[in-house]
Nanobody, 117 residues
Framework: QVQLVESGGGLVQAGGSLRLSCAASGTIFSINTMGWYRRAPGKQRELVAI???????NYAEFVKDRFTISRDNAKNTVYLQMSSLKPEDTAVYYC???????????WGLGTQVTVSS
C-alpha cells in the first residue's frame, strides 16, 4: 500500500504561482512514476505532468512552459511548480503514484487550485 499526502493548493490571481507537493509513504518499489492529474468542474480527469523515478517527464500540452514537475526520490516526494496560472487551470489536482512492479495506480485525495481572473 502507498499513501499520498498532497499540499500546496489554494486561491491565486491569474498570472500568479503555486507549488504543489505530494509525499508518498508505505511500500514503495524503486520503479515508479509520480505526477499530477486534474479535474475541472464538469470535465474528466486529465494528465498534467508525470515524472519517472529516472527523471523522464511527460507534460500536457496546455501546461508546457508554465508548469514544472520535479521530485526528490530520497523523500518520495513530487512537486509541481505552477506559474502564469490562468482561470482555466482551476481544478482539483490529484497526486498519482504508479507502481510499475504491481502495475497499480494510487491516488491522493486531491487539492483545490482556484485561479481568479
Amino acid at each position: 500500500q502507498v499513501q499520498l499526502v498532497e499540499s500546496g493548493g489554494g486561491l491565486v490571481q491569474a498570472g500568479g504561482s503555486l507549488r504543489l507537493s505530494c509525499a508518498a509513504s508505505g511500500t514503495i518499489f524503486s520503479i515508479n512514476t509520480m505526477g499530477w492529474y486534474r479535474r475541472a468542474p464538469g470535465k474528466q480527469r486529465e494528465l498534467v505532468a508525470i515524472m519517472t523515478n529516472g527523471g523522464n517527464t511527460n507534460y500536457a500540452e496546455f501546461v508546457k512552459d508554465r508548469f514544472t514537475i520535479s521530485r526528490d526520490n530520497a523523500k518520495n516526494t513530487v512537486y509541481l511548480q505552477m506559474s502564469s496560472l490562468k482561470p482555466e487551470d482551476t481544478a482539483v489536482y490529484y497526486c498519482n503514484f504508479y507502481d510499475a512492479h504491481l502495475r497499480y495506480n494510487y491516488w491522493g485525495l486531491g487539492t483545490q487550485v482556484t485561479v481568479s481572473s
